[in-house]
């Protein structure tokens, strides 16, 4: 865990009520998908625990949505205003135990840590399929930066206004990716309806709401099947089989 100061490098709207924020520091960033970052905003005493979505050289880019005062807080800030962060936060997802091709299912804001996952098991040689839920279709962010990547989107949305109309589960169903692991990020139901429906290994990222995010306070923790687990500092991810649903 380090602490730093980071800068607005730009903070804009990319979907209903969703932000993609940069943020640049003066020293290089050594994060990997999966872990968050925990953001002091000015006048909350509680910090606010945001996934890596990407890392650059000196920075990185997260995704937000405005559900709360200091989510609200955030998209009015302006580039150039500094943010205290602690970087490093939490275990992250292993790309390293998938053995050749991955199935990453993202709901919702669930789509930003999967991002960085993609881009490190491609370097690893691993072949990538990705499967993104919304509700509607001015909810859907991140699609056009995957394929970007040359990796195969499928999309669902509750409405049927893109692509396949449902759950994720239905567009796994109907794309038909091929895979021998999943990783997950989502709403607990949907990551709930993807553990049970796939029988490969996979890991999932569950939030819980933090207190100190850094492994002190204890208050997320969690029942899993290895006992009690403290969201921020033994996961947000964790397998599959050891979340108790
Ligand atoms: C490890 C981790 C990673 C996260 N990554 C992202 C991310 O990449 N992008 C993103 O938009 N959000 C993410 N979140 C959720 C984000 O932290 C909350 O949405 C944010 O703290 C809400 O702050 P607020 O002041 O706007 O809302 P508040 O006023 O504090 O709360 C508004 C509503 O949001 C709910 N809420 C608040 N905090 C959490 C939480 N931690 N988990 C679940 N529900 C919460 C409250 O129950 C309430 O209903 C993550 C949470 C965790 C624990
Ligand atoms: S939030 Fe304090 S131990 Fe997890």
């Not at 800030?77 to 490093?88: A, I, K, N, V, Y």
């Not at 206004?161 to 759950?167: C, I, M, W």
Request: with cysteine.
């Amino acid at each position: 865990m380090q602490k730093s100061l980071f800068s607005i490098k730009s903070n804009d709207p990319v979907a209903r009520d969703t932000y993609r924020m940069v943020l640049l520091t003066d020293r290089p960033v050594t994060m990997r998908s999966g872990q968050f970052v925990d953001i002091a905003l000015p006048e909350y005493y509680l910090r606010r625990p945001i996934s890596v979505s990407d890392t650059l050289p000196n920075g990185i880019v997260l995704y937000y949505k405005v559900v709360g005062e200091g989510t609200r807080a955030m998209s009015g800030m302006q580039p150039g205003m500094q943010l205290d962060l602690l970087t490093g936060l939490g275990s992250g997802f292993h790309p390293e135990k998938c053995r050749e091709s991955a199935l990453l299912v993202g709901g919702g804001l669930g789509a930003a840590p999967l991002f960085l996952l993609a881009r490190e098991l491609m370097n690893l040689g691993r072949s990538v399929s990705v499967v993104l839920g919304f509700n509607r279709a001015d909810e859907i962010f991140l699609a056009e930066e995957f394929r970007s990547l040359g990796l195969p989107v499928h999309l669902a949305t509750m409405d049927g206004s893109v692509g396949t109309k449902g759950f994720v589960t239905d567009a796994v169903a109907a794309g038909r990716p091929a895979f021998d692991c999943f990783y997950t990020c989502g709403p607990l139901p949907m990551m709930k309806a993807v553990c049970r429906a796939l029988d490969t290994p996979g890991e999932v990222s569950l939030e819980e709401r933090m207190g100190c995010g850094a492994g002190f306070c204890y208050g997320c923790s969690i029942q899993t099947a290895r006992g009690p687990q403290r969201v921020c500092a033994d996961g947000p991810v964790f397998d599959k089989e050891d979340v108790l649903w």
